[in-house]
């Protein structure tokens, strides 16, 4: 639980940033012992807020690594070429070309997804810091899907609270990322199509959260596949509308958490072509999802 730096911190502060969704926190040294008392706040304040802002944060990549397993054990992803040489539990996200080769994973996902969803035990979480970025563009975009179950009609939760969506990696990459290298076999192999509760149980606050994506889940188990992708696409547009999100405009040395269980994030666009951004991702392991109904 404690990390590397001998000098426990002072008592950290959080301020909400929407009425649904993202917390600032105030008073923490993301490299120094914060105490459990501060973490503790912390750990709960992402299950409530879902997306928790740290500023003027610079750190190493070990730095990032050590408070990242305060969580619980981190993830190494599928796609190695584009992790921090040397260190594997860092993902690079990044549209910079350096000796003729991309850094880190490129033209990111500009539509909502949960990191990892794919995974029989998807991850509970993802911190992301920001290294270089462009000054007004290229935001994170964050949808509290507690909120979005919520507002959902009665009927429309029951009957989602009935259905397993079915997450596949490779349909997704094969059809949305063909300017990407293709998968090898090892590659497929390690990520098989699961099914998970298209509704779950946060298992820390027990709240229900409507876990599916447009990205990852490509029907619901058992129904007709266009009925399915119609539906997703409507939820997805009912998960998309202001008031249930928080947008992140970065500045290099923001750290982000954000709860993969919870939440759904994607990329706003900027131009690649002129501008560097350059972000380093850990990925924390989670549980199997689950509803309690
Ligand atoms: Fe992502």
Known sequence: ?????????????????????????????????????NFDLIRRSLSDW???????????PEE??????????????????????GHPEIFVVSNIIENGKHIGAFGGSKRYHSDLSYMHEPSLGSIFHCLECPEDEG??????????????PVERKKWLEARLGVHDYVWNFENNHTDRPPL????????????????RTHPENKRKALYISDVFVSHFEGEDYNESRALVKELMDFASQSRFEYVHRWTPGDV?????????????????KNSRRRMHRTTIRGDRPFLDV
């Open 1 to 37: 639980m404690e990390i590397a730096k001998p000098t426990e911190q002072k008592a950290i502060s959080i301020k909400p940033l929407t009425d649904h969704i993202g917390a600032e926190v105030f008073g923490a040294d993301l490299t120094a012992s914060m105490g459990k008392t």
């Open 184 to 199: 090898t076999d090892e590659q497929k192999a390690k990520t098989p199509i699961v099914s998970h509760p298209a509704v």
């Open 256 to 272: 982000i958490i954000w709860d993969n269980r919870s939440v759904l994030h994607k990329a706003l666009p900027f131009d690649e």
């Open 50 to 60: 879902g997306v928790l802002v740290f500023r003027g944060q610079n750190w190493t």
């Open 64 to 85: 990032h690594i050590a408070f990242s397993r305060c969580f619980g054990p981190l993830e190494d992803h599928v796609l190695s070429d584009y992790c921090l040489p």
């Open 139 to 152: 935001e994170t975009s964050f949808t509290s899907m507690f909120a979005v179950y919520d507002a959902l």
